[in-house]
């Protein structure tokens, strides 16, 4: 069983800053690690992705496009969002999500392709 554990979250003004980071309980030689969020009232969305094997990418929903950056950390096992000039629009429970494989593009955005996920952490922007 594999666990993913999410930290970072917290309250902050808009413009600011957060990274979240989520770190699995072992390694994959490859892997597709998503971000996602729900906030009150919507459905869950993909915010990032990135997938690792023998290469590595990177993709982003439009929402989080120019203000947030996905990495990795593997010798951590450690998916890390640091999101920049957060939004009031950006207030959810963001969620880090595992596909032990390097998922094929048309699969990322699915989220039934993920097989483990964290607990959640809770991201408020206020002012």
């Known amino acids: 069983q594999v666990q993913l554990i999410e930290s970072g979250g917290g309250s902050v003004q808009p413009g600011g800053s957060l990274r979240l980071s989520c770190q699995a309980s072992?390694?994959?030689?490859?892997?597709?690690m998503g971000w996602l969020r729900q906030a009150p009232g919507k459905e869950r969305e993909f915010v990032a992705v990135?997938?690792?094997?023998?290469?590595?990418?990177?993709y982003y929903a439009d929402s989080g496009k120019g203000r947030f950056t996905i990495s990795r950390d593997n010798a951590k096992n450690a998916v890390y969002l640091q999101m920049d000039r957060l939004k009031p629009d950006d207030t959810a429970v963001y969620y880090c999500?595992?596909?032990?494989?390097?998922?094929?593009?048309?699969?990322?955005?699915?989220?039934?392709?993920?097989?483990?996920w964290g607990q959640g952490t809770q991201v408020t922007v206020s002012s």
């Open positions: 999500a595992l596909a032990p494989s390097r998922l094929i593009i048309s699969s990322v955005w699915g989220g039934q392709n993920y097989e483990y």
């Open positions: 072992r390694a994959f030689s490859s892997y597709t």
């Open positions: 990135f997938r690792w094997g023998r290469s590595s990418n990177t």
